[in-house]
Protein backbone atom coordinates (compact mmCIF):
# COMPACT_ATOMS: atom_id res chain seq x y z
CA UNK A 1 0.00 0.00 0.00
CA UNK A 2 1.52 3.51 -0.87
CA UNK A 3 0.63 6.05 1.50
CA UNK A 4 -0.55 9.24 0.16
CA UNK A 5 -2.48 10.95 3.49
CA UNK A 6 -2.85 10.95 6.94
CA UNK A 7 -5.12 8.31 7.43
CA UNK A 8 -2.51 5.55 5.43
CA UNK A 9 -0.13 5.48 8.06
CA UNK A 10 -0.41 2.28 10.12
CA UNK A 11 -0.22 3.33 13.75
CA UNK A 12 -3.16 5.88 12.48
CA UNK A 13 -5.04 2.71 11.44
CA UNK A 14 -4.08 0.62 14.72
CA UNK A 15 -5.62 3.43 16.65
CA UNK A 16 -8.73 3.38 15.14
CA UNK A 17 -9.42 -0.02 15.37
CA UNK A 18 -7.92 -0.24 19.08
CA UNK A 19 -10.55 2.79 19.73
CA UNK A 20 -13.48 1.55 18.24
CA UNK A 21 -12.56 -1.94 20.15
CA UNK A 22 -12.37 -0.45 23.59
CA UNK A 23 -15.37 1.74 23.25
CA UNK A 24 -17.68 -1.41 22.87
CA UNK A 25 -15.98 -3.12 25.27
CA UNK A 26 -15.63 0.30 27.51
CA UNK A 27 -19.66 0.63 27.42
CA UNK A 28 -20.47 -3.10 27.57
CA UNK A 29 -17.83 -3.10 30.99
CA UNK A 30 -19.73 0.14 32.01
CA UNK A 31 -23.36 -1.34 31.75
CA UNK A 32 -23.05 -4.82 33.49
CA UNK A 33 -19.65 -4.25 35.46
CA UNK A 34 -19.43 -0.67 36.43
CA UNK A 35 -16.05 -0.85 35.83
CA UNK A 36 -13.94 1.56 33.80
CA UNK A 37 -11.46 0.45 30.69
CA UNK A 38 -8.40 0.40 32.98
CA UNK A 39 -9.81 -0.87 35.89
CA UNK A 40 -10.97 -4.19 33.46
CA UNK A 41 -7.40 -4.26 32.07
CA UNK A 42 -6.15 -4.45 36.14
CA UNK A 43 -8.73 -7.21 37.30
CA UNK A 44 -8.29 -8.88 33.84
CA UNK A 45 -4.62 -9.39 34.63
CA UNK A 46 -4.90 -10.20 37.92
CA UNK A 47 -7.00 -12.52 37.32
CA UNK A 48 -4.20 -14.22 35.12
CA UNK A 49 -0.93 -12.74 37.07
CA UNK A 50 -2.28 -13.62 40.75
CA UNK A 51 0.12 -11.62 43.02
CA UNK A 52 1.86 -8.49 41.73
CA UNK A 53 3.50 -5.45 42.44
CA UNK A 54 2.01 -2.09 41.85
CA UNK A 55 4.95 -1.53 39.23
CA UNK A 56 4.66 -4.54 37.15
CA UNK A 57 1.13 -3.61 36.96
CA UNK A 58 1.26 -0.26 36.00
CA UNK A 59 3.79 -1.55 33.06
CA UNK A 60 1.46 -3.98 32.27
CA UNK A 61 -1.66 -1.82 32.41
CA UNK A 62 0.38 0.53 30.41
CA UNK A 63 0.27 3.72 32.92
CA UNK A 64 2.09 5.66 35.32
CA UNK A 65 2.83 4.29 38.27
CA UNK A 66 0.43 7.33 40.14
CA UNK A 67 -2.01 6.51 38.11
CA UNK A 68 -2.11 2.85 38.78
CA UNK A 69 -2.16 3.22 42.68
CA UNK A 70 -5.36 5.64 41.99
CA UNK A 71 -6.90 3.13 39.90
CA UNK A 72 -5.78 0.52 42.50
CA UNK A 73 -7.05 2.27 45.79
CA UNK A 74 -10.10 2.93 44.11
CA UNK A 75 -10.18 -0.89 43.56
CA UNK A 76 -9.70 -1.64 46.95
CA UNK A 77 -12.26 0.51 48.35
CA UNK A 78 -14.92 -1.10 45.75
CA UNK A 79 -13.92 -4.30 47.31
CA UNK A 80 -12.25 -5.80 43.96
CA UNK A 81 -8.70 -5.92 45.75
CA UNK A 82 -6.55 -6.36 48.42
CA UNK A 83 -2.95 -5.42 49.18
CA UNK A 84 -0.16 -7.28 51.21
CA UNK A 85 3.33 -7.03 52.47
CA UNK A 86 5.40 -9.01 49.60
CA UNK A 87 6.98 -11.27 52.02
CA UNK A 88 10.43 -11.31 49.76
CA UNK A 89 10.53 -7.68 50.37
CA UNK A 90 9.16 -6.00 53.73
CA UNK A 91 9.22 -2.81 51.64
CA UNK A 92 7.31 -4.08 48.96
CA UNK A 93 3.08 -4.39 48.27
CA UNK A 94 1.48 -7.17 46.07
CA UNK A 95 -2.03 -7.00 44.73
CA UNK A 96 -4.02 -9.65 44.32
CA UNK A 97 -7.83 -9.81 43.28
CA UNK A 98 -10.45 -10.31 46.43
CA UNK A 99 -13.25 -13.31 45.89
CA UNK A 100 -15.58 -9.85 44.64
CA UNK A 101 -12.86 -9.05 41.99
CA UNK A 102 -11.97 -13.05 41.11
CA UNK A 103 -16.25 -13.43 40.57
CA UNK A 104 -16.16 -10.03 38.60
CA UNK A 105 -12.97 -11.54 36.87
CA UNK A 106 -14.92 -14.80 36.19
CA UNK A 107 -17.99 -13.45 34.33
CA UNK A 108 -16.67 -10.77 32.56
CA UNK A 109 -13.55 -12.71 30.77
CA UNK A 110 -16.05 -14.41 28.86
CA UNK A 111 -17.64 -11.75 27.76
CA UNK A 112 -14.26 -10.10 26.72
CA UNK A 113 -13.63 -13.50 24.59
CA UNK A 114 -17.09 -12.63 23.19
CA UNK A 115 -16.20 -9.29 21.73
CA UNK A 116 -12.97 -10.81 20.45
CA UNK A 117 -14.30 -13.33 18.49
CA UNK A 118 -17.27 -11.17 17.64
CA UNK A 119 -14.59 -8.64 15.96
CA UNK A 120 -12.43 -11.07 14.82
CA UNK A 121 -15.25 -13.37 12.73
CA UNK A 122 -15.36 -11.01 9.97
CA UNK A 123 -11.52 -12.74 9.43
CA UNK A 124 -11.32 -16.25 7.62
CA UNK A 125 -8.92 -18.78 9.29
CA UNK A 126 -6.15 -17.81 7.27
CA UNK A 127 -6.19 -14.22 7.51
CA UNK A 128 -6.79 -14.68 11.50
CA UNK A 129 -3.84 -16.76 11.53
CA UNK A 130 -1.92 -14.27 8.94
CA UNK A 131 -3.08 -11.22 11.10
CA UNK A 132 -1.78 -12.44 14.29
CA UNK A 133 1.33 -13.33 13.26
CA UNK A 134 1.91 -9.79 12.04
CA UNK A 135 0.53 -8.60 15.08
CA UNK A 136 3.01 -10.11 16.80
CA UNK A 137 6.14 -9.61 14.53
CA UNK A 138 5.45 -6.10 14.31
CA UNK A 139 4.97 -5.78 18.19
CA UNK A 140 8.35 -6.90 18.69
CA UNK A 141 10.10 -5.04 16.26
CA UNK A 142 8.06 -2.27 17.70
CA UNK A 143 9.84 -2.94 20.64
CA UNK A 144 13.42 -3.08 19.56
CA UNK A 145 12.99 0.16 17.84
CA UNK A 146 11.71 1.66 21.45
CA UNK A 147 14.27 0.38 23.40
CA UNK A 148 16.92 1.42 20.71
CA UNK A 149 15.67 5.00 20.57
CA UNK A 150 15.84 4.67 24.03
CA UNK A 151 19.71 3.24 24.29
CA UNK A 152 20.71 5.82 21.79
CA UNK A 153 19.75 9.32 23.88
CA UNK A 154 21.20 7.89 27.21
CA UNK A 155 24.09 9.40 28.39
CA UNK A 156 27.03 7.20 29.09
Not at 13 to 36: D, G, M, P, Y
Not at 85 to 92: E, M, S, V
Amino acid sequence: MIIKNFKDLLTYRINVLANLSSKIATHLNQVEFQLAPREWRIIGLLGQLEKVSLQRLAIEVDVDKSQASRMVSSLIERGYLKRVIDAKDARGILLFLTAKGLATFERAFPSAIDRNEALLKVLTLQERIVFERCLDKLTLHARAQLEQMRESVQVP
